[in-house]
């Protein structure tokens, strides 16, 4: 099976070509391939297959060539990944898939437009929506934060000491609001760490970049850069939408008997 391996600001991703859909990705194989020791490794899974060719993006086929069917390391499938529609687009342009610089693709929270604009990759995210206060509690002790869908659930928590959170283990989750688990960001300043639903911590969240910078904006226009252990993402609220921009870079290509 053909494989690429890419990343934004450090939030990495496998990436299958699949056009027609053929390839049988259980979660069992998704999870083998994202593994770290034995497989090829990544937060996340990026099936590249062609809209049509997908029942979860049949409405989408006349807005978008191309469907984003993505996964999370252990085999889940995710609504949307904002860094991992950038390394798609990313993937898409390098592989003569699309012609840029405009390339709308398909997910399962909706067609997200792209622009490849130098060396970054920004993503129209679409409307953010604040779902109110609720609590993630990790090693005993509770976070208060505010709920922001961004296609994804995210719960935004600021904290005194950013550096001081050891999030080896899964925090626990107020599951009234989240009843299908949350990606919780914690934050200080435009400073955020993320604790990804079925990855765990990772260097980066596209969405999760988006939903700190609603809360730290307040509902006003502007644009803010968040700075993620990965790198630096810039995120923009324009009064329509919401754009996600960063590097997207493709650093590897193969085979693998997995």
């Not at 090829?40 to 807005?63: E, W």
Request: aromatic share 6%; net charge negative.
């Amino acid at each position: 099976m053909r494989f690429a391996k890419g990343h934004g600001t450090g939030n990495d991703f496998v990436i299958v070509p699949d056009v027609d859909g053929a390839l049988d990705l259980t979660p069992a194989r998704v999870a083998a391939l994202c593994d770290r020791r034995t497989g090829i490794g990544g937060d996340g899974l990026l099936r590249v297959v062609r809209s049509a060719k997908h029942p979860d993006s049949a409405g989408q086929v006349a807005d978008a060539e191309w469907f984003m069917d993505y996964f999370n390391a252990d085999g889940s499938y995710a609504e949307m990944c904002g860094n991992g529609v950038r390394v798609f687009v990313q993937y898409l342009l390098e592989e003569g898939l699309a012609e840029g610089p405009e390339v709308p693709v398909a997910t399962r929270a909706g067609v997200r437009r792209s622009i490849k604009d130098g060396e970054e990759v920004r993503v129209d995210m679409g409307v953010p929506k604040l779902l109110g206060p609720s609590t993630a509690t990790h090693a005993g002790v509770a976070y208060q934060g505010i709920g922001v869908d961004m296609g994804n659930p995210h719960l935004v928590c600021a904290v005194d000491d950013l550096d001081a959170l050891d999030l080896e283990t899964a925090p626990g989750f107020d599951t009234g609001l989240f009843p299908a688990g949350v990606n919780v960001e914690f934050t200080q300043g435009v400073r955020m760490r993320v604790y990804e639903r079925g990855v765990g911590e990772t260097n980066s969240c596209g969405t999760g970049a988006c939903a700190v910078a609603v809360v730290a904006l307040k509902g006003a226009l502007g644009s803010t850069p968040v700075d993620v252990p990965g790198g630096r993402l810039t995120v923009t609220l324009d009064g329509e939408t919401c754009w996600l921009a960063g590097p997207a870079e493709i650093v590897a290509r193969g085979e693998t008997k997995l």
